[in-house]
């Protein structure tokens, strides 16, 4: 028996065959689109899950069920996309839509929720039992485990670390407000930070990364720091503390047993975690008599969205 788990971005909706291992055996990929009422998400969806079951010579029966990683605001319960920004779509009842050509459960929920879901039950989380999920990618997203279940808020509206205010009145955020971690600790965020220390140091060896890539990216101020660049150097050190000020509150908040970061930044590795272990273990509330907060590295990597979400079937329906 498989599960089906399908990982909804911005660029492309990527579905995947899941065995009970967490190994993925089949995979199908679509373009994300423009949606109408004529031509909606769902229809999309269908046609992953149609691909996926052919790739993996599988019929619907094979399936104990089919789970949904959505980003933005997303009613689990109902199976309603309630809001989403970046793919544009307000109430899409995105479950029952499918519910009529798919017999069996089907499950909806936060991208950044399941993909803490695919940590704790087949990855770097495995073996703990509170977790902090931390996306650091175009946005700040997350996802919190305590007690081995997922924490959604009411009405699945909650766990949106990425919007609390860590500078008041600071800078803009695509949510409205002003001075949210996701304006200082995204990667949006810090290819901002990267261009503005560019235009003041003409010197910096991140304009000569950037002619090597074709433009600004999350890497040009790694790839110089690496290189002796102190500019660079700044713009990281300055970015790291941003990243660990916003880990710092989550720790504070819920103690969990690890922090897992996942995302584009989260290649770098030990240049992120050592620094942001360091000012974990001297900021986070008693630090010298609570337990230590580790950080640690995702694991599940670019197969996390279509794992969660798998790993949303096996928690929901156990």
């Keep these: ?42 229809d999309d969806i269908r046609k992953v899950i149609d691909g996926v079951l052919a790739a993996g010579n599988v019929t619907i029966a094979d399936i104990v069920g089919i789970g949904i990683g959505q980003p933005g605001s997303v009613d689990s319960e109902r199976g309603i996309i309630r809001y989403s920004n970046n793919i544009p779509l307000e109430r899409v009842p995105v ?18 929720n399941c993909a803490a879901l695919g940590e704790y039950v087949f ?17 700040v997203g997350s ?7 997922l924490f959604e808020g009411r009405e699945c509206a909650g766990a949106e670390a990425g919007h609390m205010v860590i500078i008041a009145g600071g800078e803009k955020c695509n949510c409205g407000r002003r001075g949210c971690w996701e304006a200082y600790a995204s990667v949006s965020a810090l290819i901002r930070q990267t261009k503005a220390a560019m235009e ?37 050190d ?6 660990g000020e916003g880990l710092v ?7 969990p047993d690890v922090i897992l970061l996942g995302g584009a930044i989260s290649k770098e590795g030990e240049r992120l975690t050592v620094p942001l272990q360091k ?18 590295i995702a694991s599940l990597r670019n197969d996390a969205g279509i794992l969660g979400a798998a790993a949303l079937v096996c928690s929901t329906s156990d």
Excluded: C, W
Excluded at 238 to 243: L, N
């Design 1 to 42: 028996m498989y599960y089906i788990g399908i990982d909804v971005g911005g660029m492309s909706i990527k579905g995947g065959l899941v065995t009970q291992n967490g190994e993925i055996v089949a995979r199908y990929t679509v373009e994300t689109r423009r949606y109408s009422e004529e031509y909606g998400i769902a």
């Design 95 to 112: 479950v029952a839509q499918l519910k009529k050509f798919f017999d069996v459960p089907i499950y909806i929920n936060n991208d950044a």
């Design 123 to 139: 990855g770097a989380g495995k073996g703990y039992r509170d977790i902090v999920f931390v996306t650091l990618g175009t946005g």
């Design 143 to 149: 996802g919190i485990i305590i007690g081995g279940k």
């Design 200 to 236: 003041k140091d003409p010197s910096s060896l991140m304009h000569e990364e950037a002619a090597a890539e074709g433009k600004v990216s999350g890497k040009t101020a790694f790839l110089a720091a690496k290189r002796g660049d102190k500019t660079a150097r700044q713009v990281v």
């Design 238 to 243: 300055t970015y790291i503390d941003y990243v």
């Design 249 to 255: 509150n989550l720790a504070d908040i819920f103690r």
């Design 279 to 296: 000012k974990m273990d001297a900021e986070a509330f008693g630090a010298k008599f609570n337990p230590r907060v580790a950080v640690k």
